[in-house]
């Protein structure tokens, strides 16, 4: 059955196109259950290039080579916030950092931290580590902070570099976090609030396909993966796939954080490579 709205209507075959192209390359599942989603979305798009009808959207994204990175940043969902899923970042504070620690101290291991959020959306989640991090380690001499913030959808990342929120956004931040590491507003600019520099040198955004193998960071490099509220747009075997890559790229003993809702317990090979250690924390443990 056809779904239409004021743009006419979005064919079954056309649907299925589009789950096709968004599927084969960034390995989102767009269900059935997600049509109504899908044209309110896309009407935008037509919208904004002033087209009325889907057929004349779908030409236009036949012919133009750019159009379906675009198309990807109006289908993708990319809701955050800062201090998302809080208990992540005390198990960090509380466990895992005085445990770099003391690896540091006693020789074992380097006094440098690299994190990566994959599926960053518009920076929250990088943002909210590079305070944790900054924070934790601050008069503590000698160590390095790098975060890695990707994401597929080029707009969020956009909006994520300037590093500029507005007063809803930064709600959850707490007070002497907003101190310390955003600047407000002033004239122009009032009412919103911009991350100061010591965090944005240290984050650094890049485009990344997670379904691609390309461009992932190498292996055994990252003291830890954020990848929270990702993997739920993803079916069995890409979340399969990107995990074994994950792995590949943490440290023995590296962590994994993964949203609220997802697991990766049927996912994990007969050998067994992760330990959990936390509801949605993993640790690699070979
Ligand atoms: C709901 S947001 C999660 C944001 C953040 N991690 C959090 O938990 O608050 C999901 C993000 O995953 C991104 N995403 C979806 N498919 C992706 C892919 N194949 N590669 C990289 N990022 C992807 C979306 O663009 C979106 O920004």
Known sequence: MGFTNSMGELSARDFQTIRQIVYDSIGVNLTEAKKALVVSRLSKRL???????????????????????VMFNYLTTNVTRFFREEHHFEYLCHEYLPYCELQAK???????????SAGCSTGEEPYTLAMVLQDYFRGKGGWTVNILAS???????????????????????PYNYLKRYFKMGAGSNAGYFKTKKVLRDIVDFRRLNLVSPAKYPAAGSLNMIFCRNVFIYFDRETRREILERFQRCLLPGGLLFLGHSESINTLDGRNGCWRVLRHTIYEKIS
């Not at 919208?47 to 990175?69: C, D, I, V």
């Open 106 to 116: 006693e020789g074992f291991g380097k006094k440098d931290i690299k994190a990566w």
């Open 47 to 69: 919208r904004e290039l002033k087209m009325q009808t889907f057929a004349q959207y779908f030409r236009f994204l036949h012919s133009s080579p750019t159009e379906t990175e």
């Open 151 to 173: 994401d597929v959808n080029t707009a969020v990342l956009e909006k994520a570099a300037t590093g500029v929120y507005t007063k809803q956004e930064i709600e959850g931040i």
